[in-house]
Nanobody, 121 residues
Framework: VQLVESGGGLVQAGGSLRLSCAASGFTFDDYAIGWFRQAPGKEREGVSCITSSDGSTYYVDSVKGRFTTSSDNAKNLVYLQMNSLKPEDTAVYYC???????????????WGQGTQVTVSS
């Protein structure tokens, strides 16, 4: 399993970014893909998750209404659309996969290398 994130960068507060997670090495029709982030000096935090079987999504409270995760199964891509970004969203963002279980039971054993998101005030 290989996961590669892209789309990070520097943006002003209030701006938007779309992260992509390109997945390979597993059947892209029954999986959970989670987005996580880790800011300097802080614990890694789960941001969102999408379950392929029913399209259900989950978000941490701090991003609800601002972030949206979606998938393009034909392209083996999962996206994290981030709107109304705040300086506190600054972190390295990672995608992770569980190729067998939905988000509610996921055990994320495969991780990407991360992409930096920096939001300036």
């Amino acid at each position: 399993v290989q996961l590669v994130e892209s789309g990070g960068g520097l943006v002003q507060a209030g701006g938007s970014l779309r992260l992509s997670c390109a997945a390979s090495g597993f059947t892209f029709d029954d999986y959970a893909i989670g987005w996580f982030r880790q800011a300097p000096g802080k614990e890694r935090e789960g941001v969102s998750c999408i379950t392929s079987s029913d399209g259900s999504t989950y978000y941490v409270d701090s991003v609800k209404g601002r972030f949206t995760t979606s998938s393009d199964n034909a392209k083996n891509l999962v996206y994290l659309q981030m709107n109304s970004l705040k300086p506190e969203d600054t972190a390295v963002y990672y995608c992770a996969a569980d190729e067998e279980r939905p988000c509610s039971a996921a055990d994320f054993g495969s991780w990407g290398q991360g992409t930096q998101v920096t939001v300036s005030s």
